[in-house]
């Protein structure tokens, strides 16, 4: 092959990698360089001035010293009020996981069992939320949960009107204003995996005797495990550490570390102490999804 024939195929690789590079610089700038700068105030003392930290570098005398420390870091092992902020974060957050996984899994099987004319206009209803503002649908479900709403109001229609529902300010209203606004994240991955199953293989079981309960846990879920795992993912992640939703429909009886964060930074101005709770936040996500991500790969790789 002449030169001028291998130039071409080198110009695609080079092309290429620069394609498979933007991802990275993409994480690098959005991602790693404003944790990497939240993560050196996060060594710092807090202070009365503009930024409200101490610098971490002292470069006076001609010497360079260090001058942090992990004292903030040790200040969110001291005080409770973290402690319980992380707590109750997980746990809402799986919960709401939960609850809809339990609500997309049916809804994504009828989406791919769904004849092909009907099915896209299915999956544009089930997207159409994002249409609208995510603040405007956080402040519907005050409307909707409030003493005087909607629900009680439709509850009064019906002959309960002595049995008045309180849900506004508690933390289950912050899982339903979790479910309602993360639902998508978890429908759209299972919808994916479940478009590609071949339903031949249900048929099979069916002729081999298995039930359709059955058929389902041992065919269907099974490989529809990564659609589950990509949807829990991406609505676990961020309900961690969502804010509005538990400002807006938990009020001050739900403690989360997004709300906490808020405080922190923009009440109280302790910079140090709210970027050290935000590492911590970070590897508590990070550390698990890094351990799932190396489990999938190890699945792929047994599976290929």
């Given at each position: 092959?002449?030169?001028?024939?291998?130039?071409?195929?080198?110009?695609?690789?080079?092309?290429?990698?620069?394609?498979?590079?933007?991802?990275?610089?993409?994480?690098?700038?959005?991602?790693?360089?404003?944790?990497?700068?939240?993560?050196?105030?996060?060594?710092?003392?807090?202070?009365?001035?503009?930024?409200?930290?101490?610098?971490?570098?002292?470069?006076?005398?001609?010497?360079?010293?260090?001058?942090?420390?992990?004292?903030?870091?040790?200040?969110?092992?001291?005080?409770?009020?973290?402690i319980?902020?992380?707590?109750?974060s997980?746990?809402?957050?799986?919960?709401?996981?939960?609850?809809?996984l339990?609500?997309?899994?049916?809804?994504?099987?009828?989406?791919?069992?769904?004849?092909?004319?009907?099915?896209?206009?299915?999956?544009?209803?089930?997207?159409?939320?994002?249409?609208?503002?995510?603040?405007?649908?956080?402040?519907?479900?005050?409307?909707?949960?409030?003493?005087?709403?909607?629900?009680?109001?439709?509850l009064?229609?019906?002959?309960?009107?002595?049995?008045?529902?309180?849900?506004?300010d508690?933390?289950?209203?912050?899982?339903?204003?979790?479910?309602?606004?993360?639902?998508?994240?978890?429908?759209?991955?299972?919808?994916?995996?479940?478009?590609?199953?071949?339903?031949?293989?249900?048929?099979?079981?069916?002729?081999?005797?298995?039930?359709?309960?059955?058929?389902?846990?041992?065919?269907?879920?099974?490989?529809?495990?990564?659609?589950?795992?990509?949807g829990?993912?991406?609505?676990?992640?961020?309900?961690?550490?969502?804010?509005?939703?538990p400002?807006?429909?938990?009020?001050?009886?739900?403690?989360?570390?997004?709300?906490?964060?808020?405080?922190?930074?923009?009440?109280?101005?302790?910079?140090p102490?709210?970027?050290?709770?935000?590492?911590?936040?970070?590897?508590?996500?990070?550390?698990?999804?890094?351990?799932?991500?190396?489990?999938?790969?190890?699945?792929?790789?047994?599976?290929?």
């Amino acid at each position: 092959m002449t030169a001028p024939e291998r130039y071409p195929m080198s110009l695609g690789r080079n092309g290429a990698r620069i394609v498979a590079y933007i991802p990275y610089i993409w994480l690098l700038a959005l991602f790693l360089a404003p944790f990497l700068i939240v993560l050196k105030i996060s060594f710092a003392g807090v202070v009365l001035a503009q930024p409200p930290y101490t610098p971490l570098f002292d470069l006076g005398g001609g010497t360079v010293r260090l001058l942090g420390s992990f004292d903030n870091y040790f200040a969110l092992i001291d005080d409770s009020l973290y402690i319980r902020a992380y707590a109750g974060s997980l746990r809402i957050a799986f919960e709401s996981t939960l609850i809809a996984l339990g609500l997309a899994l049916p809804m994504a099987y009828g989406l791919s069992r769904a004849p092909l004319t009907v099915r896209p206009l299915l999956v544009a209803a089930a997207v159409l939320p994002f249409w609208t503002s995510f603040l405007i649908r956080v402040y519907a479900w005050i409307g909707i949960l409030k003493p005087e709403g909607w629900l009680n109001a439709g509850l009064s229609l019906l002959g309960f009107g002595e049995h008045r529902l309180a849900i506004l300010d508690t933390e289950a209203a912050v899982v339903i204003g979790m479910v309602y606004s993360y639902l998508p994240f978890m429908l759209l991955p299972l919808y994916a995996s479940l478009e590609k199953l071949d339903f031949t293989l249900l048929e099979a079981a069916a002729d081999l005797g298995c039930r359709p309960a059955r058929a389902f846990w041992s065919v269907t879920f099974p490989l529809a495990l990564p659609g589950v795992i990509a949807g829990c993912l991406l609505m676990f992640i961020p309900a961690v550490g969502e804010f509005v939703i538990p400002d807006l429909l938990g009020g001050s009886s739900t403690l989360m570390i997004g709300k906490t964060l808020w405080v922190e930074f923009f009440v109280n101005r302790d910079w140090p102490l709210a970027s050290a709770a935000t590492v911590v936040l970070v590897l508590l996500l990070m550390v698990p999804l890094a351990a799932i991500q190396r489990r999938q790969s190890r699945l792929l790789r047994g599976l290929e």
